[in-house]
């Protein structure tokens, strides 16, 4: 799948499954999402869109004009295999809507969700959770003190190591993870001991499920590449 970052005179013909729509706050970007999503619905009522944006309120805000947008200009009738159903009917079936819109984090969780259901990952499909802060106080990290300098050092540990343990935890048999932290030896082997029994018996946090759905999606990319079209709303701000 390629993504494509465009001025937004090019959003609306774009032709590429994934768009990306940046820019400043008040630049309407929402605005032009809704029609994104409205042009496509009217050519394939029947296509699947994923719209991504980056809070809950924003979510919020695009799902209630897209929903707004898309109402006004449904079409009579659905195609649905061999079949052409009413509106009504689609709605008296509940069947879902062609489009979702949610947070970047929870598609995310999401994609990280179903990779574990499916290959029965149980430590996959969990909430995402936070560091005990008394936990990573207790770590026996050289040179370190407090508990910030010790969050800031296992984030960058597992800014460069995350695809080994990864790897591990994905592909390997148990005995491969005992035979990984072996390998390891002071500071590593303290934080990598303590990121990968948290992952596998408490839970992940949130930068680890970035690191994981990245990691699946490039090993098993039916993840995302089931869906026609993806818009990822973005906000950079002016300083």
């Not at 969780?109 to 005990?132: D, H, M, S, W």
Request: with cysteine; aromatic share 10%; net charge positive.
């Amino acid at each position: 799948m390629k993504a494509i970052i465009t001025p937004t005179s090019q959003v609306l013909n774009a032709k590429q499954k994934c768009v990306i729509v940046k820019a400043c706050a008040g630049a309407g970007k929402t605005t032009l999402i809704v029609d994104k999503v409205n042009n496509i619905v009217e050519t394939d009522p029947n296509a699947s869109i994923r719209v991504l944006s980056f809070n809950r309120d924003a979510a919020g805000d695009d799902r209630k004009r897209i929903n707004e947008k898309v109402s006004e200009n449904e079409p009579r009738y659905y195609k649905m295999g061999r079949y052409i159903i009413p509106a009504y009917v689609r709605k008296l079936l509940k069947i879902p809507s062609s489009y979702k819109v949610s947070t970047i984090h929870s598609f995310v969780i999401e994609i990280v969700n179903r990779y574990g259901t499916k290959y029965n990952k149980p430590f996959l499909t969990k909430a995402p959770i936070k560091y005990n802060d008394n936990e990573i106080k207790n770590l026996d990290i050289i040179g370190l003190n407090g508990v910030d300098e010790k969050k800031n050092t296992i984030g960058n540990w597992k800014q460069v190591h995350h695809d080994e343990y990864i790897s591990v935890l994905i592909d390997s048999d148990p005995n491969s993870i005992m035979s990984y932290l072996s390998k390891q030896s002071g500071n590593n082997k303290v934080i990598a001991e303590f990121v990968i029994d948290t992952l596998v018996n408490k839970g992940m946090p949130f930068d680890d499920f970035i690191y994981f759905a990245n990691y699946i999606v490039k090993k098993d990319n039916y993840s995302i590449e089931r869906r026609s079209q993806i818009i990822v709303c973005l906000v950079y701000f002016l300083v």
